[in-house]
């Protein structure tokens, strides 16, 4: 797949996206206001992801699934996904739920772990990383822990540039901008947990 056969898969799922969360506000039969209040976001924010005029981080998703009632997952994917209300949630190795994070480089890879569990605090994945930046640095509400599980990654902070190996941790605000890229041969997988402030509400 080239450039731009990546490129316009991304568009694509964009595109996707927000005829998802338009159709899922209409099922409650909400207004923009509604929704908006709902996941903590501005009513014209909303209307700009609705109308593809802006592309929603993966924080932002989760607020608008959780202020839905859904998982994120199923915005993204299309499948609905029943939550679990036990207390214990496993998800095997070969279970892992491959999503496409839209504003990430398009070929960054997240694997979610938490999908089939409700009222959750943290949103953990596994992260393949691209070895190139993403289009902008991503800002969102909301804290991330970021763990290195193999290669190296050069990571983007609020105007400062880290590179971390195997084995690093970061903790951070996540709203501030930020974005990595792997470097070396092999891209770099990484686990990352984001918690949104959101969930303790």
């Known amino acids: ?20 969360i338009r159709a899922k506000r209409l099922e409650h039969n909400w207004t ?19 109308n593809e005029d802006k592309t929603p981080t993966l924080g932002t998703l989760t ?35 491959p999503i496409t994070h839209t504003g990430a480089a398009p070929d960054s890879v997240y694997e979610s772990f938490s999908f089939n569990k409700s009222n959750r605090f943290m949103d953990p994945y596994i ?15 909301g804290q991330e822990l970021a763990f290195i599980l193999e290669g190296t990654n050069e990571f983007y902070y609020d105007g400062q540039t880290y590179i971390v190996q195997a084995g690093d941790a970061m903790y951070f605000d996540s709203d501030r901008p930020h ?13 990352v947990v984001f918690c949104n402030p959101l969930r303790g509400e």
């Open 1 to 20: 797949m080239n450039q731009t056969q990546i490129e316009e898969k991304g568009l694509a799922l964009e595109k996707a996206i927000a005829k998802r």
């Open 32 to 50: 923009l206001d509604q929704l908006a209040k709902a996941a903590g976001l501005s009513k014209g924010y909303l209307s700009q992801i609705e």
């Open 179 to 191: 974005m990595s890229r792997s470097l070396g041969p092999k891209q770099a997988r990484v686990l």
């Open 127 to 141: 992260v393949t990383v691209s070895k190139q930046f993403s289009p902008k640095p991503l800002m969102h509400e």
């Open 63 to 97: 607020k608008i699934a959780f202020g839905l009632g859904i998982d994120a997952v199923s915005l993204i994917t299309g499948e609905e996904t029943k939550w679990k209300q036990e207390k214990f949630s496993l998800v095997r190795a070969g279970e892992r739920q």
